[in-house]
């Protein structure tokens, strides 16, 4: 496996010529959603309970006691958001199937009913001329599944690639883009680790097999899709590959910190994925906890599929330092929690980059960004790159007409975009960006606190109301060039 790459702050990416950044031709501009933040009937046609429905409904887990319940009702409202997004231009839109809509016990076959509802959905996005891209898990794991162990348990990758089959024979005549897995990190360190994501658990040890069954689930579904979509599809994987930066570039003990975070981060995803193999001293690092005797000898061939594309989700960078004695509280930006999502890494300390911040307390920096995906163009040479995930959350409010200003996100935005036309400058092959997200909605733990999209929802009504930085997006897609910030 290659040596790790050590990612350092580059410089302001914002271009120095006047002329406003112009991408190439068949640079796609889309927006993303994820079904349980969105759908709503969470128990309508055979929709049975998954981890997030249980997890939203134990008291004390989400802000305001918030469910997924309604969301934003998108289920019964497709297409009319369908219909918005062919207002505000995009050439693509990300979403993701619900697993228990599909498959309710996770086991058996598919519920016609479930799998018409992506049908007709992808149908509408057809029809107005907006292409779709398919993320199959978005964390949102049948209840039954998890009572069985959930991905701490090896049967779980194969349940996955089951299913995985059953929505590519339903909608493989339909979609072009298919994402096996957002954040698998997510999933497993937040999830099984630090437990401020569903299912809620805190198991160091069962934190790490999760990270390998769910990059075997990947592995697994990548075969699977191959046998039943036609060749034009392309099959991708999305990971929030985090930058790492050492406190003190000079010091070998916060280097040796952030090569930790790294291969926990990203290693632990990117390795096996990529390269066919866990970096050596992530097995060393996590000695004390496991033994990693849950991969098994063909484990690694069959999570190192050939991709066609990989997607890579942004939002700030971290920044850390080694810390012998264990911090009281933990700063990396994934909730609160007595417990870390990072294994074997107790004695790092997580620090706030300096610079301006969003609602949800992460430093914006877009040279984050760029670096991201310039390593990504080294550790994957020929891979094309897809940002599938970035964006703000800021504290949204309509004006008095009704009308909602998002200033801030606009300047996100740019900086983040023009840092994606620089690296395209630099030689990444970037193919499109996807926005976070195209309307506010279920924030999993932060509940309905935290407004990342471009549309604001009133979520008493279900209005949709496009922001500022909705028109000044859609501006973006129609001229493929980005607009001023101001």
């Not at 934190?207 to 036609?230: D, E, I, K, M, V």
Request: proline share 9%; with cysteine; charged share 20%.
């Amino acid at each position: 496996m290659p040596k790790p790459i050590t990612q350092t702050p580059t410089t302001d990416p914002t271009p120095t010529s006047t002329a406003a950044p112009t991408f190439p031709p068949s640079f796609l501009w889309g927006a993303a959603t994820s079904a349980y933040q969105i759908e709503g009937a969470v128990r309508e046609d055979g929709r049975t309970p998954s981890i997030w429905d249980t997890f939203s409904h134990t008291p004390g887990r989400t802000a305001g006691g918030d469910t997924g319940d309604m969301a934003v009702d998108h289920y019964h409202r497709y297409r009319d958001d369908v219909a918005l997004m062919k207002d505000l231009d995009l050439g693509t839109y990300r979403f993701s199937v619900s697993w228990p809509r599909v498959q309710p016990t996770g086991r058996g076959p598919a519920v016609q009913r479930g799998l018409d509802f992506y049908r007709r959905l992808t149908d509408e996005l057809l029809a107005q001329g907006i292409k779709p891209a398919l993320t199959l898990y978005h964390w949102d794991l049948p209840q039954e599944l998890e009572d069985a162990g959930g991905w701490p348990a090896r049967d779980t990758a194969y349940r996955f690639a089951e299913y995985a089959g059953m929505v590519g024979e339903a909608l493989g005549d339909r979609v072009d883009l298919w994402i096996t897995l957002n954040e698998p990190w997510c999933s497993a360190f937040l999830g099984y680790g630090s437990g401020v994501h569903a299912p809620g658990r805190t198991e160091p040890a069962a934190t790490l097999r999760a990270a390998h069954h769910l990059n075997l689930a990947h592995g697994l579904a990548t075969q699977a899709l191959r046998q039943t979509l036609p060749p034009r599809a392309e099959v991708a994987v999305s990971l929030n590959s985090s930058t790492v930066r050492p406190l003190s570039p000079d010091s070998p003990a916060d280097n040796d910190a952030r090569r930790r975070i790294d291969n926990l981060a990203n290693g632990v995803f990117h390795g096996p994925m990529l390269h066919g193999e866990y970096p050596a001293d992530l097995i060393t690092d996590t000695a004390g906890i496991t033994d990693w005797s849950f991969i098994h000898a063909t484990d690694l061939a069959a999570i190192h599929q050939p991709l066609d594309a990989l997607g890579l989700n942004y939002y700030t960078p971290s920044l850390v330092s080694s810390a012998p004695s264990a911090p009281t509280t933990r700063s990396d930006g994934h909730g609160a929690s007595d417990h870390s999502p990072w294994p074997g890494a107790d004695d790092v300390a997580f620090h706030q980059s300096p610079g301006e911040r969003t609602e949800m307390g992460w430093t914006i920096d877009p040279t984050g960004l760029h670096d991201l995906i310039m390593r990504y163009t080294r550790e994957a040479p020929g891979l094309p790159l897809y940002i599938t995930e970035n964006g703000a959350a800021y504290d949204d409010k309509p004006d008095p007409e009704g009308r909602v200003h998002d200033p801030e996100r606009i300047a996100y935005l740019h900086g983040h975009l023009s840092a994606v036309h620089r690296a395209i400058k630099d030689g990444a092959d970037v193919r499109g960006y996807y926005l976070w997200s195209l309307m506010d909605n279920f924030e999993w733990a932060y509940g309905y606190e935290k407004r990342f999209g471009a549309v604001y929802v009133d979520y008493a009504t279900q209005k949709r109301t496009p922001k500022s930085s909705a028109h000044w997006y859609a501006q973006a897609s129609r001229t493929n060039q980005l607009p001023p910030a101001n």
